[in-house]
């Protein structure tokens, strides 16, 4: 059961997606994270390449994208290793934009689209040969729940790819309310991500810290936003635009501070 904070989170999503099509917009991304998809996640295309050779897909493989919005970065790892993909999402707004793209490039491959919450996967056990998703775990609140589902479609020996951004334990008052404000709505986590695999019975095969370069990843989108504000003010309200300047100051200045953290986890069923 989905909490009023999570429904209206979703709302927003849908309104984000539309905001992030804009051709402003899709030039900022290219410009920053090397894509145009409109993507809600922080992930660029070297960082998607790097996911593909982690992954070991290719032609006949079964990749699931959990919480794939706008189909950044399944779509792009489809296109590129040439394996057949599952996007799932609740967000309807953002499949829509994914099958969008998908039937405007159009390919050989096989892709599908779901829609279903990442705690609630609607496939049977060992369908998938991998599992991606992209800063997922840290919008939403039952995390523990999401990693559960996501082994129980993987099939045995298999990895799961992920990035999220987390908040490290033992700040202080003040600096974890700071780290709230600038991470993710649900970024908070009463466990750390390597806890959370553990119960959930996977096994760490790398845990690679990409704070440092998603700090400068932060600041050039916002040096990016900055330097087309003009442009941005011709579509969108000016409100929208300062909003967003202010949280990529809020974000580049926590992750500066050392007060939120970004992984990116290659992880292992031990089923």
Aim: net charge negative; hydrophobic share 40%; glycine share 6%.
């Amino acid at each position: 059961m989905l909490t009023e904070a999570e429904k209206q989170q979703r709302y927003r999503m849908d309104d984000y997606y539309e905001y992030a099509h804009q051709p402003v917009m899709l030039k900022i991304e290219r410009r920053v994270c090397g894509c145009d998809y409109g993507a809600s996640s922080w992930t660029t295309k070297s960082e998607a390449d790097l996911m593909a050779n982690l992954l070991g897909i290719g032609p006949g493989s079964r990749l699931l994208d959990v919480g794939s919005g706008a189909g950044w970065p399944g779509l792009y790892l489809s296109k590129t290793t040439g394996c057949d993909l599952t996007l799932v999402d609740l967000p309807a707004f953002g499949l829509k934009m994914a099958q969008q793209r998908q039937t405007k490039e159009s390919s050989d491959v096989s892709v599908w689209l779901a829609l279903a919450e990442g705690a609630a996967l609607p496939f049977i056990d060992n369908s998938f040969d991998a599992v991606c998703h992209a800063d997922l775990l840290c919008c939403l609140v039952d995390k523990k729940s999401v990693l559960q589902a996501c082994q129980e479609v993987l099939r045995p020996s298999k990895s799961m790819v992920f990035s999220v951004i987390s908040v490290p334990l033992g700040l202080s008052d003040s600096d974890y309310r700071r780290a709230l404000e600038a991470g993710p709505e649900f970024v908070a986590s009463d466990d750390s991500y390597l806890s959370l695999l553990e119960q959930t019975g996977w096994t760490v095969l790398e845990d690679m810290n990409v704070t440092q370069s998603f700090l400068q990843l932060t600041q050039n989108r916002l040096d990016t936003e900055r330097s087309h504000q003009d442009e941005l003010l011709l579509s969108t309200e000016p409100e929208t635009v300062k909003r967003r300047i202010i949280d990529l100051e809020r974000r580049r200045d926590a992750l500066a501070d050392g007060l939120l953290r970004r992984d990116l986890f290659v992880v292992k069923s031990d089923k």
